[in-house]
């Protein structure tokens, strides 16, 4: 039998489907815990979301080398509802043990009744991973139900995320001050670098403003690019220039990603979080030979990165 005329065909698309929305709800949550400021859970998802991406990628796999080019397919698929991030680890444990114990060894069963061995021996493979996420995600809402995810009954090693530094004890202990700054500008960083910024002049500028905001509990829109610039720099107007034609590229770098694939993640968390929607659309039709440039709002631009990056 050819896989384009079985059932395994659709299994497999169904785990891929699976997979791939696995990966975004796990990335949706990494960023609910980054907002609740609890970095540990956030990486949490984020590692496992990794992991889920992998899955997708070896049924896709399977997909492609079997000639599958279309498949229709009929399934059901969860949405997370709660806002609450143990309540996330809860039901993201129950959806890797549906994996684990009944969805993938059917699937697995099936392929191999139809002859497909060796995708057979992969869900068999992923449903026993799917279990070690399950215990990972129980044994974190655990510590969150008992309120021991910063606090230990026993001397146990707590290690920084920042500089990797182990300290024996039975409490994480605080983060310096200094800690929390390098953290910030890492986070902003790292932000910047997803949306093809960071090798911009600008970049640097941006990360500035953003520290000198955070360290004054206050917003661009309410205090004024102008004025933050002339604070930072001899020369405010080119430091605003700059920043400014930093944010025109990542407006750009979005739209493009949109127009590629309107499902892409970085798109879909950060184009109408960093920039005003109406202007990535314009972006978008710009690209596309439609119309006039999106313009950039460097205020509205910095007061979401303040959002995305207040984890501390």
């Not at 659709?10 to 997979?19: Q, T």
């Not at 710009?286 to 006039?292: E, F, L």
């Amino acid at each position: 039998m050819e896989l384009r005329d079985s059932v395994t065909k659709e299994n497999l698309l169904r785990a891929f489907a699976g997979e791939s929305q696995a990966r975004n709800r796990y990335t949706f949550a990494a960023g609910l815990c980054r907002q609740n400021k609890l970095p540990v859970l956030e990486e949490v998802f984020l590692y496992t979301a990794g992991q889920e991406k992998e899955h997708a990628e070896v049924f896709y796999n399977h997909l492609k080398q079997g000639g599958c080019e279309n498949v229709t397919i009929t399934a059901n698929y969860p949405i997370d509802l709660p806002d609450q991030p143990v309540k996330l680890l809860e039901l993201a444990r129950g959806h890797e043990l549906e994996e684990h114990g009944d969805i993938y060894p059917s699937f697995a069963g099936k392929a191999e009744e139809e002859g497909f061995a060796e995708v057979a021996r992969h869900f068999r493979q992923i449903a026993e991973i799917e279990k070690v996420h399950a215990q990972r995600f129980e044994r974190f809402a655990k510590l969150m139900r008992e309120n021991k995810l910063f606090v230990s009954d026993v001397e146990t090693g707590w290690i920084c995320l920042n500089c990797g530094h182990v300290l024996t004890a039975k409490q994480a202990p605080a983060v310096p001050a200094a800690q929390k700054e390098e953290r910030r500008r890492k986070h902003l960083q790292y932000t910047l670098s997803q949306l093809g910024m960071a090798g911009e002049k600008g970049a640097k500028d941006i990360v500035d403003l953003c520290l000198l905001l955070m360290e004054r509990g206050e917003q661009a829109s309410q205090v004024g690019v102008g004025a933050l610039c002339a604070q930072l720099s001899k020369n405010p107007k080119s430091m605003e220039q700059r920043a400014r034609r930093a944010v025109e590229r990542g407006l750009f770098h979005v739209a493009s990603l949109g127009v590629e694939d309107f499902n892409n993640e970085i798109f879909s968390y950060y184009s109408a979080r960093l920039f005003p929607f109406q202007e990535v659309r314009a972006e978008m039709a710009y690209i596309q030979g439609r119309g006039a440039r999106g313009k950039a709002n460097l205020k509205h631009f910095l007061d979401g990165m303040l959002a995305a990056a207040d984890e501390d």
